[in-house]
């Protein structure tokens, strides 16, 4: 495998793709519950308003992200997900019935869209940012100043290397060596869920995100879960 394959975007909806039956059950057993308190906290950061707003889901998978957004207090006009992956796609088809409201699914690159600029009160994600190297990030965050309106906001987590050395052993070992043995039990296949490892081992942590979205003229704030373990950034963009 090339160095930056990985990243390519064939690849990584061919990735998901394969995960797509037991990625969620998968996901949710092996974080003991984590990634569902840090995709609430990821929505927590949106300030809710009296106006309906529109939201954009990007990397939205199968809609993982939905029921926090239908129990927070924002009020939602209509949500549309986007994400490469068609079997991630078709399962967030058959679970938008469980959400009540407006949901549209577009199976887009986010990097490549056609979406209308300034066009989303908010923008929300969870767990997409690894997937991408460096370049991709900046292009991400060029692509998400396009699409908010002003003073749109906006909140990504993601799953992150802690700092402590101790608790980086054991939090690695885990999501290289065990998660994909959980993969393994499921879908008889833990290679794919060893890319979850590479990916995060890479991503370290949103932090260069962060700087980059400042670069771009956002307003950016920071802050890292669990000792490290996960990190959100969120924030707006400026008005005019």
């Not at 079997?87 to 209308?116: P, T, W, Y």
């Not at 997937?131 to 991709?136: L, V, Y």
């Not at 909140?155 to 959980?182: A, G």
């Not at 879908?187 to 995100?209: C, H, R």
């Amino acid at each position: 495998m090339q160095k930056e394959s990985i990243y390519n975007p064939e690849f990584v909806s061919k990735l998901f793709d394969s995960m797509s039956s037991t990625y969620g059950l998968t996901n949710y057993i092996s974080s003991f519950g984590f990634t569902e308190r840090w995709r609430k906290a990821c929505i927590n950061k949106i300030k809710p308003t009296e106006k309906p707003v529109v939201i954009y889901d990007l990397m939205s998978g199968m809609g993982e992200l939905w029921p926090s957004i239908k129990h927070s207090k924002l009020n939602v006009h209509e949500i549309n997900a986007v994400d490469i992956s068609p079997n991630m796609n078709s399962i967030a088809r058959k679970n938008k019935k469980s959400v009540s409201g407006q949901i549209n699914i577009l199976e887009q690159d986010i990097l490549k869209n056609d979406i209308e600029s300034n066009s989303a009160d908010h923008v929300v994600s969870s767990f997409g940012l690894k997937t991408f190297n460096t370049k991709q990030l900046t292009e991400l965050a060029h692509e998400l100043n396009r699409l908010l309106k002003p003073e749109g906001s906006y909140s990504f987590v993601e799953i992150s290397v802690p700092n402590s050395s101790f608790l980086k052993f054991f939090y690695m070992f885990y999501l290289t060596k065990i998660i994909p043995v959980v993969g393994y039990l499921f879908q008889g296949n833990s290679q794919d869920y060893k890319m979850l490892g590479t990916y995060t081992s890479k991503f370290g942590n949103s932090k260069s995100f962060h700087s980059m979205l400042l670069n771009e003229g956002l307003e950016s704030h920071y802050e890292e879960l669990f000792f490290g373990c996960g990190s959100i950034t969120w924030g707006k963009k400026k008005k005019g």
